[in-house]
């Protein structure tokens, strides 16, 4: 029983992987950090974040974002002064993931008050792989755990100046993982959810009110394990829900000021339930205890000349859980802070925005004394992409 238990607290852990939501994806002004994404109107990926946006795009957008993220986890392990290497450390390791990301974004007005959008592509998750030869092997040696989304949307034109909007998520996730104690096969789930947002536009400032409803995904995994009698195994992966407020001010014909504060409502999941075989009782429940997430933008868009216009942004989120004895090898989680700088220009009726972002994860403390693993993580993420508006 022992055994069970502990392998399914391995499991339960990849849930935490959506802790990090792949916002770059979805960015539409690329290259401000995502600030003033739900006022944004030159490019349809600004339908994902708020939908009401779609009734000051005109007749017609169409968005492709590309995107490749490059991932670096390291892990440094605590020396134990109560074994028998005397304090020597156990096992450090390093994971590096690169992957790519595509979405694909289209508004279209169907009548004078009314347009409608199509938005499709990657909302988050993660792939790690740290090898058997570190000290949280037992935890984790490689991951895969990732989500895509389609979102349907309608906007409504109420004035000239106030929109509003309404739409559908419907989310397919996928998990596959593998451990020093067992491998999974590759699992998928749909879920569903729904998102809405208001407007107001005036000429020189706007401001955006946006919701996204939480996706649930239940994930039933066939096991291959050293562990007796555990063939399968159950758990969730969690996506919050998420209030967006964007505004925009412009200085002056040249220089656009942007922001946006967003929560995540990460406290809705103090834990996770876990079933094994099947079983409709969970013999372990993992504690997670998350806070909510906030999180804050700036960016500036300025207009350089007729041809190409510079962005720049920051963003920094709040950590949804401080205590190591809480965090896991998978994803650790932490205060985040991200840098960003980007240009657009145009080529005939085609808009080409380019951008690139650093985030700095920072350090995370880990106690986890059940699988020996006493450390810390540092992490960071390279972003480069383009967005394609035509």
């Given at each position: 029983?022992r055994?069970?238990?502990?392998?399914?607290?391995?499991?339960?852990?990849?849930?935490?992987?959506?802790g990090?939501?792949?916002?770059?994806a979805t960015?539409?002004?690329?290259?401000a950090?995502?600030a003033?994404?739900?006022?944004?109107?030159e490019?349809?990926t600004?339908a994902?974040?708020?939908?009401?946006?779609?009734?000051?795009?005109?007749?017609?957008?169409t968005?492709?974002?590309?995107?490749?993220?490059?991932l670096?986890?390291?892990?440094?392990?605590?020396p134990?002064q109560?074994?028998?290497?005397?304090?020597?450390?156990?096992g450090?390791?390093?994971?590096?993931?690169?992957?790519?990301?595509?979405?694909?974004f289209?508004?279209?007005?169907l009548?004078?008050?009314?347009?409608?959008?199509?938005?499709?592509?990657?909302?988050?998750?993660?792939?790690?792989?740290?090898?058997?030869?570190?000290e949280?092997?037992?935890?984790?040696?490689?991951a895969?755990v990732?989500?895509v989304?389609?979102?349907?949307?309608?906007?409504?034109?109420?004035?000239?100046?106030v929109?509003?909007?309404?739409g559908a998520?419907l989310?397919?996730?996928?998990?596959?993982?593998?451990?020093?104690?067992?491998?999974?096969?590759?699992?998928?789930?749909?879920?569903?959810?729904?998102?809405a947002?208001?407007?107001?536009?005036?000429?020189?400032?706007a401001?955006?009110?946006?919701y996204?409803?939480?996706?649930e995904h239940?994930?039933?995994?066939d096991?291959?394990?050293?562990?007796?009698?555990?063939n399968?195994?159950?758990?969730?992966?969690?996506?919050?829900?998420?209030v967006?407020?964007?505004?925009?001010?412009?200085?002056?014909?040249?220089?656009?000021?942007l922001g946006?504060?967003?929560?995540?409502?990460?406290?809705d999941?103090?834990?996770t339930p876990?079933?094994?075989?099947?079983s409709?009782?969970?013999?372990?429940?993992?504690?997670?205890?998350?806070?909510d997430?906030?999180k804050?933008?700036?960016?500036?868009?300025?207009?350089?000349?007729?041809k190409w216009?510079?962005?720049?942004?920051?963003?920094?989120?709040?950590?949804?859980q401080?205590?190591?004895?809480?965090?896991?090898?998978?994803?650790?989680?932490?205060?985040?802070?991200?840098?960003?700088v980007?240009?657009?220009?145009?080529?005939?009726d085609?808009r080409?925005?380019?951008?690139?972002?650093?985030?700095d994860?920072?350090?995370?403390?880990?106690?986890?004394?059940?699988?020996d693993?006493?450390?810390?993580?540092?992490g960071?993420?390279?972003?480069?992409?383009?967005?394609?508006?035509?």
């Amino acid at each position: 029983m022992r055994k069970t238990a502990l392998a399914l607290l391995i499991f339960s852990n990849l849930a935490n992987a959506s802790g990090t939501l792949m916002q770059e994806a979805t960015y539409a002004n690329a290259g401000a950090a995502g600030a003033g994404d739900g006022v944004y109107t030159e490019t349809a990926t600004a339908a994902y974040t708020n939908p009401a946006t779609m009734s000051h795009m005109g007749q017609s957008k169409t968005t492709v974002n590309a995107m490749v993220l490059d991932l670096h986890m390291d892990y440094t392990d605590t020396p134990d002064q109560n074994n028998g290497n005397l304090g020597k450390a156990q096992g450090d390791a390093s994971a590096h993931t690169v992957m790519p990301s595509i979405g694909i974004f289209h508004v279209t007005q169907l009548n004078e008050d009314v347009h409608l959008g199509l938005m499709f592509g990657s909302i988050g998750g993660t792939a790690v792989e740290y090898g058997t030869d570190w000290e949280g092997a037992i935890g984790l040696d490689e991951a895969l755990v990732t989500a895509v989304q389609f979102n349907p949307a309608l906007s409504f034109k109420v004035t000239d100046k106030v929109s509003i909007g309404i739409g559908a998520q419907l989310n397919y996730g996928i998990l596959e993982a593998k451990t020093s104690t067992l491998e999974t096969d590759l699992d998928g789930d749909f879920a569903w959810g729904f998102n809405a947002g208001a407007m107001y536009q005036e000429d020189d400032w706007a401001v955006g009110l946006s919701y996204r409803s939480k996706l649930e995904h239940e994930f039933d995994v066939d096991v291959t394990s050293n562990v007796d009698r555990l063939n399968t195994l159950s758990t969730d992966l969690i996506f919050p829900t998420i209030v967006d407020l964007s505004g925009s001010y412009n200085l002056n014909p040249q220089l656009a000021l942007l922001g946006s504060v967003q929560w995540h409502k990460w406290s809705d999941y103090p834990e996770t339930p876990l079933y094994a075989n099947g079983s409709d009782s969970a013999p372990v429940a993992v504690d997670r205890d998350w806070d909510d997430v906030w999180k804050f933008a700036i960016g500036t868009d300025y207009q350089l000349n007729a041809k190409w216009a510079l962005k720049a942004g920051f963003s920094y989120e709040t950590s949804p859980q401080d205590d190591p004895t809480k965090q896991w090898v998978d994803l650790p989680v932490g205060e985040q802070y991200r840098y960003s700088v980007g240009a657009s220009t145009h080529w005939d009726d085609v808009r080409i925005d380019m951008f690139y972002e650093f985030a700095d994860l920072g350090t995370v403390d880990i106690e986890r004394t059940n699988v020996d693993v006493t450390g810390s993580f540092d992490g960071h993420i390279h972003f480069i992409g383009a967005n394609i508006t035509f």
